[in-house]
């Protein structure tokens, strides 16, 4: 077994469980029935530590076992979970993860963590005081023959002892045993039970009619003691109770122990809790009562050791809970399969490449003229459009997950900056491409750590302004007619827009005095080397602005919509692409070469010539709608003359809409997007490529930077300059 | 191969010198020899459908698609400042992997035709020549002798990794991202 992947495998888990646990965390202050969080942290952290164990991860086992002790103890109602324990335990939380991620690069300790476990330790302490520990509910002595040490429950084994009745006979000395289980400990307390002696001539001088109740104090573990007794265990009632504090230790060894498939007896059996023997006598037991019954069921298995007294409740409860544990989770596992990422990749890409030979073979077989070839191709075609959707499905993810995980931004941001804030999430549940939800968290953080920082104001500007006192955040995700939205909303302060002129001019973005349309200064933000932050906070303000974020959003294909009123409040719309693979395309001609537009973007085809309201300003009339158009043919130099008939595809994106004039519409046909590389990222107008049937390049439009070039008055063909303004929506 | 005699003279002059030697890939370009490193050509193919992508600088002539991926391809002629290559029945594309910083990008060269594989031991190879022809001495390695003749030996990372192409496709963030 290669233990480099199982820890990776460990390492996955337990980052899944630490997700688990600060959701569970971060949900409990509102959450009106928090047990079932409660639960799921403890299981969270039960099951780290039980993994960790198992990868001889000490410092991981300590600490997290003390966390452990104290999610008990809320478990069990013994304190209450209040704002000061959970803010610890995000604390520990964020530990815990540094530690796993610590053992993932291959160090286990570092002087730094280990100080770090040690002030967590302390501060967790005081939660333990008094019973740290599981309370174990009192144990019935049940149907002991004599009545004998009772005292069973100290920091000794007691041990139980019926010798059969040939024990003599096989030449064993009783004695012998006692004086063995002398080496192993102390023995503290030693009682005989001679109920079994019978009386004058019955009695058989050969026979043993002795049973002793005798208490040992010895570190031996069960099986050392039980081997005690070997040779006479075969027909003598032999049976061993743990001392308390044991019992505490197996529970915890239980619950330690991976989640497996497992027979209650051997969970046990595992635990040190029973010997296989205990088990195999009270499975016999089991047996024998149902045969007696003649009915299936006897006694459970845990009934039978419990009151055999093999095993104190708390532990079969404790093994009960486990096995449970297996089963939920192996009926959740049912559900889920984990598959690497690449493998996912690489099928996404074969399906691609499944989707260009799947339209050449069509092209083909339109060519030949053979009707029952086209049939058998359209009917492939329609089998693979199906395979390509159910393969891209599998790479979407719900942005869900991305966005709880802003409860605890907000909570920590919002907490240093001293400001109440309330976040309300909405559509988790909406579906986005797998890449673009990875490559979307660090601009959305951006962005909400400005609305948290600049956007909802303090507590004194709130109440001065009518405003409740707790500021809103919220976010809200939804597809869009072939998008995806996702808003960011605050009911802060809005862009101040004089704020925004002043400094647009001090960096040099603006020329003084120049005429701005609303629109045009929120824009503004958005331009390399601009910051609003007055004073830079340790939040924002670092340079980073939102220049980067649109970067990161242009290059997933997506664009930003601002939406700001002073004082009301500021909504950010970002808008992407559904997906980044395969798109349903529409292609059109330029000369010889041929682009490809998404579908989904193009409203309509016209000719050009009866809509055309104005040449010199580009301007088309579309039923009384005025819409900027542009030439691919000018955008892209290309050589040649266009033809008499020229051709305008209208294309909406967001809210906007334009014409692209082109010299020849080509029919549409599904299309897989390949990245056309850093070599070309300069190239305007142009967001990548495909593979045609034929095997030749098409270039893919990409229409919402030919929008934005079509509505910019002087259409610029070099990559916006420093003074250039964003676009205007018309 | 095909002449045992020429074959078994090979061998003894590797016996003889035990220079290690180095092999390169000889093409012709605008009537020059040319040759490069071996190592760095992933494999030639065919001059095939190559789309040209508007507003590019001249000598990037436009992409291919090999195998599924998109490869750029480059215009020696016109990196040298020469005229555009012409394609012509012997035409070929000569795919390298061109180290970038810790990864590998792969573009493409047209040439006119690619001739042989060349054997070039250090002795065999002369430094560039301080002057004299059109090139930037930055692209060359030296010049190598074979037979009686000379073949230009490029420097495929200067000539591939200039400033303006390095940009090249081929950061993992670029491959990865728009799938």
Known sequence: MDLDKVKQTFILEARELLAAMEEALLGIEEDLNPGESIN??????HTIKGSAGLFGLDPIVRFSHTVESVMDRVRSKQISLDPTLVSLLLECHDHLASLITSTQEGVEETPESHEGSQRLLNQLIPYLEGNGVIESTPVRVAAQPSGASEGGWNECWHLSIRFGPDVLRNGMDPLSFVRYLGTLGKIVHLASVVEKLPRGEDYDPETCYLGIELDLDTDADRQTIEDVFEFVREDSEIRLLPPHSKVEEYIAFIRAMPEDE???????????????????????TQKAETLEDGVIHGR?????????????????????????????????????????????????????????????????????????????????????????????????????????????????????????????????????????????????????????????????????????????????????????????????????????????????IIREGAELSDAEITS?????????????????????????????????????????????????????PLTLAIIDGFRVGIGTASYVLPLDLVIECLDLGPFLESEENHLINLRGEVLPFLRLREIFRMPGEPPTRERVVVVQYGETRAGLVVDRLMGEFQTVIKPLG????????????????????????????????????????????????????? | MADPKKNGTRHHR???????????????????????????????????????????????????????????????????????????????????????????????????????????????????????????????????????????????RHVLSMEEISALPGDRDAEAAPK
């Not at chain 2, 016996?15 to 992933?42: C, D, N, R, T, W």
């Open chain 1, 524 to 576: 503004l933000i958005f331009e390399p080397g601009f910051s609003t932050a007055e004073a830079i906070t340790k939040l924002s303000g670092r340079g980073v602005g939102m220049d980067v974020v649109r970067q990161n959003i242009d290059e997933l294909r997506g664009s930003i919509e601002l939406e700001s009123y002073e004082e009301a409040g500021t909504t950010l719309r970002i808008r992407l």
């Open chain 1, 262 to 284: 497992r027979f209650l007896g051997e969970i046990l059996v595992a635990g040190g809790c029973i010997t296989t023997k205990d088990l195999e006598e009270a499975l016999r």
């Open chain 2, 14 to 156: 590797i016996a003889a010198s035990a220079e290690p030697k180095q092999q390169y890939l000889a093409f012709g370009l605008g009537g020059e020899s040319f040759a490069m490193e071996i190592s760095y050509v992933k494999e030639v193919i065919h001059y095939g459908e190559l789309t040209e992508v508007p507003l590019m600088p001249p000598f990037i002539r436009g992409v291919i698609s090999l195998r599924g991926a998109m490869v750029p391809v480059i215009d020696l002629s016109v990196r040298f400042g020469r005229a555009l290559t012409e394609i012509a029945r012997r035409s070929c594309v000569v795919i390298l992997e061109v180290p970038r910083g810790e990864g590998l990008v792969v573009v493409g060269v047209i040439v006119e035709k690619v001739s042989e594989v060349l054997e070039l031991a250090a002795s065999d190879i002369e430094p560039p020549p301080a002057f004299g022809g059109d090139l930037r001495s930055e692209f060359l390695n030296g010049v190598g002798k074979v037979g009686g003749g000379f073949v230009i030996l490029l420097d495929v």
């Open chain 1, 300 to 508: 459970l298995i845990g009934t039978i050791l419990i009151e055999d007294q093999a095993v104190p409740p708390p532990v079969v409860a404790a093994a009960l809970d486990k096995q449970k544990k297996f089963q939920d989770r192996q009926a959740q596992e049912m559900k889920v399969v984990k598959v690497q990422a690449d493998k996912l990749d690489r099928l996404v890409d074969l399906v691609g490449e499944l989707v260009i030979a799947g339209a050449s073979a069509n092209a083909m077989a339109v060519q030949v003229h053979e009707p029952r070839l086209l049939e058998a191709t359209t009917i492939v075609n329609k089998l693979v459009e199906e395979i390509r959707d159910n393969a891209l499905s599998l790479r979407m993810v719900q942005i869900g997950d991305t966005f709880n995980r802003f409860r605890r931004i907000v909570r920590d941001v919002s907490q240093e900056m001293g400001k109440s804030i309330e976040l309300e999430l909405h559509g988790g549940d909406t579906e986005l491409d797998k890449t673009i939800v990875e490559k979307l968290s660090d601009p959305l953080m951006h962005i909400v750590r400005n609305a948290i920082d600049h956007g909802i104001e303090s507590l004194e500007v709130r109440r001065a302004r009518g405003k409740p006192d707790t500021g809103s955040l919220s976010l809200n995700a939804f597809h869009d007619s072939g998008s995806i939205v996702i808003e960011v909303a605050d009911d802060g302060g809005g862009l101040n827009k004089a704020k925004i002129l002043k400094k647009a001019v001090e960096r040099g």
């Open chain 1, 40 to 45: 799921a942290m403890f299981r969270a952290v």
């Open chain 1, 678 to 730: 850093n070599l070309f990222k300069q190239v305007r107008g142009v967001g990548g490529s495909t593979i045609l049937g034929s095997g030749e390049v098409a270039l893919i439009l990409d229409v919402p930077q030919l929008i934005q070039l079509a509505s910019e008055p002087s259409s610029g063909l070099r990559r916006r300059p420093a003074t250039h303004l964003p676009p205007t929506h018309s």
